[in-house]
Structure formats: C-alpha cells, structure tokens
C-alpha cells in the first residue's frame, strides 16, 4: 500500500515539518556528492549499536560525543527510494501531528521519537556493528501520534488489485486506523521474523519502526493527559 494523501484539513501552516524534509533531502544531496566516501560518511554519522552500548568510537573517529550519533543518523538515507518513502510518510501524516501539538513541540516530539526508535534498535542489537540510519524511526513515531489523534482520517491509498493479480493498482481510501495499524503490525511481524539474525547483516531496522511508533504514542498521551491535569489543577 502506497499513501498518496490523507482527508485531513489543518490550521496553521507545518513550518517545522517542511524544514525537516528540507533538512534530510539537502543531506541527501551532500551524501551523492561523496561518491565512494559515501560508506566511510555513513560509519562516521550513522548511529551503530556496539558504540553506544560500549561507549566507545571505532574509526573514521567524530569528533563529538558517539552518543549524538543517535541524532545524527536520523538525517542520513542510503538511497532514493529509502529518503522518498520516508519524506512521503513525514509530508502526509506530519502535517497535522504538528497541528495537533504546535510547533516547538512538534519539533521535540519528532527528535524524541527517534530517540527512543534508536534506542529500541540497540536494546535488541546491542553488539551490532552495522550502522543505522534514516528517519524512519522518528517518523514511525508520527505514525503513532497520527493514529491516536487522528484513526477516523481518510488516507487515499494506491493498492494492488487483486482482479489484476497485481499487475495494476487502484486508488482507494482507508481510514488511519486500518492503514497505521496493518502498517504497524507488518512491521512487528517482520522484527519478529528477523529476530535471529537482527544485527548481522543489512536491511530494515524493523525493531526501530516500533520503538519510534510506540514512543509516538507515549509521547502523546503524556502530552494530553497534563493538559487534563492542568485544566483539573485551574478548576481548583
């Protein structure tokens, strides 16, 4: 299932939002113009399990802290379709989490979000030498936001026909709450599946997709419910 747009009017105008997608594609620019110092780039910047869990940097050596590689895997994207799945998700359910929780907020919860994604992805590949990167778990983490603020909204939806065995798509619209949801538990599945070998060779970081998605999630009920707690303390 391929999102094309979502049914989702919003207020104010996503600043935050479209500087982050400004932000990765700008990177991924830079990361074309290295040629073959793309992989020495992507193990200098991507975030790799072993160095956050034994607190020490392996070469090329940064000359920050290891630890914020954590952040700055988050802009970094291997390819094309890799940085264009991405920026399609961030620019169709972004918008509107933004909306929801304002700006500066927005912007928190984002980096937030891939934070605990990162840190899901370490917990279950501490020893991992391979380097992470990409922001799809900080979007997974607007993925979850989306679907407990939003599970109503209309997501149009380019799918397979099954009339056709796949060979054509058709357009349809989902609700958020089935798109979100299959789209979690393909992921959960798939973290599963891979569990064995997580770590050991490349490919999707599934496990970060759902620590991203589940931190979306606390994030927002911490959010609402002190603003419970502040109306119930002004009503006093």
């Known amino acids: 299932m391929i999102p094309l747009k979502d049914e989702n009017p919003r207020r104010s105008f996503p600043?935050?939002?479209?500087?982050?997608?400004?932000?990765n594609i700008i990177i991924f620019f830079y990361e074309?113009?290295?040629?073959?110092?793309?992989?020495?780039?992507f193990?200098?910047?991507?975030?790799?399990?072993?160095?956050?869990?034994?607190?020490k940097d392996l070469p090329p050596f940064v000359s920050h802290p290891v630890i914020l590689n954590i952040f700055t895997s988050m802009?970094?994207?291997g390819s094309f379709m890799h940085i264009a799945g991405n920026m399609l998700y961030l620019y169709i359910f972004g918008d509107n989490v933004e909306d929801a929780l304002g700006h500066i907020r927005y912007f928190f919860f984002y980096i937030l979000s891939g934070i605990g994604a990162a840190l899901a992805q370490i917990i279950i590949?501490?020893?991992?030498?391979?380097?992470?990167?990409?922001?799809?778990?900080?979007?997974?983490?607007?993925?979850?936001?989306?679907?407990?603020?939003?599970?109503?909204?209309r997501v149009i939806t380019l799918i397979p026909d099954p009339f056709t065995f796949g060979l054509f798509y058709r357009l349809t619209k989902i609700p958020a709450l089935f798109f979100i949801g299959f789209w979690f538990i393909l992921q959960f599945f798939q973290g599963i599946l891979t569990?064995?070998?997580a770590g050991k060779t490349g490919g999707v970081a599934w496990w970060a997709h759902i620590g991203g998605f589940i931190t979306?999630?606390?994030?927002?009920?911490?959010?609402?419910?002190?603003l419970t707690g502040m109306r119930r303390y002004r009503r006093l």
């Open 15 to 23: 600043i935050v939002n479209y500087v982050l997608i400004g932000i």
């Open 32 to 41: 074309m113009s290295l040629g073959r110092g793309l992989n020495y780039f």
């Open 43 to 55: 193990l200098k910047y991507g975030l790799i399990p072993y160095e956050i869990t034994r607190f």
């Open 75 to 77: 802009f970094l994207h």
């Open 125 to 153: 590949t501490p020893s991992s030498l391979i380097p992470n990167i990409g922001a799809s778990g900080a979007i997974s983490g607007v993925l979850g936001a989306y679907v407990l603020l939003y599970p109503h909204a």
């Open 195 to 197: 569990l064995p070998y």
């Open 216 to 226: 979306g999630i606390i994030l927002v009920l911490l959010y609402y419910s002190s």
